[in-house]
């Protein structure tokens, strides 16, 4: 049996120590590009209390608990179906109306585009079409100069791309887009973050979505489970690329949920009350 020399195998292969170096800086550089590249993505979660109503037989009572013991009413909070209505299209529908989550907005940084929320010093608006009725995407980029600002963009639609011609604009202008889609109108705005200066060459990124299909995609997002089994607390996160932007999405979310609750429950009692009166 030979036997095995360590010390000469390490020898062997230092004397090819610089490929190794060589290698290493390489693969280190790969890791860095890809980790610039890649988005940033933040865990946003908050808690709701479900409070759970009894049913006719544990202090419903009047002409409501006669109502729900017929089966006409019902003021009984079942926890799976609270879980399957606040991550419903319809509330994410509110919820991006109510913060115009159709439109985003990222800075074109130099290894990837960073979605800025609010944090953007111009606003663009669709006007002359519902955004509703959009059946495509909208992308635009504005660019800052001494002049004022450059507009570009374009809209897709399946295989059909249409260019939005480049153009020298200045604020609260109206710009005309392809195909009769209406038009676009761009201002200024204040943002919270003072740190963000509109400088010179600063390059935005503006994307217009249908506001049905963004709320399909976030109702797919927002994960909504219970703390514990057979607990009334529920616990809702969502992934996003701002963490602002998360934030908003939650505080609605249970803004428009409680909302809603209490229109309903409104509802209900109004109708009964008619019911009564007949």
């Known amino acids: 049996n030979e036997e095995i020399n360590v010390r000469e195998i390490i020898l062997e292969y230092l004397v090819h120590w610089k490929w190794f170096v060589v290698s290493l800086c390489f693969f280190l550089l790969i890791g860095t590009l890809v980790y610039l590249k890649k988005d940033r993505m933040y865990n946003v979660s908050t808690s709701i209390l479900i409070r759970e109503k009894s049913g006719s037989g544990s202090g419903t009572s009047g002409a409501m608990g006669d109502l729900e013991s017929f089966g006409l009413v019902s003021t009984t909070n079942n926890i799976d179906n609270e879980i399957a209505v606040l991550s419903s299209p319809n509330l994410m529908k509110q919820v991006v109306d109510t913060l115009n989550l159709h439109t985003s907005y990222y800075i074109d940084g130099f290894f990837r585009a960073v979605e800025i929320y609010k944090d953007c010093h111009y606003a663009v608006y669709l006007e002359g079409t519902d ?142 009350a008619k019911f009564i009166e007949d």
């Open 131 to 272: 955004y509703d009725t959009l059946n495509g995407i909208i992308d635009l980029k504005i660019e800052k100069t001494v002049s004022g600002i450059v507009l570009s963009g374009s809209f897709s639609r399946y295989d059909e791309v249409a260019e939005i011609a480049t153009q020298n604009i200045a604020l609260h202008s109206i710009v005309d887009l392809p195909l009769g889609l209406g038009k676009l109108r761009i201002e200024s705005r204040q943002i919270e973050d003072q740190l963000m200066e509109d400088t010179q060459g600063h390059k935005y990124l503006v994307k217009i979505l249908n506001p049905s299909g963004v709320a399909r995609d976030l109702s797919s997002r927002v994960q909504v489970s219970t703390i514990t089994k057979g607990a009334s607390v529920l616990r809702l996160n969502v992934n996003v690329l701002n963490s602002k932007k998360g934030l908003d999405i939650m505080n609605t979310i249970v803004r428009l949920y409680n909302y809603n609750n209490i229109e309903e429950n409104n509802e209900i009692s109004i109708n009964t």
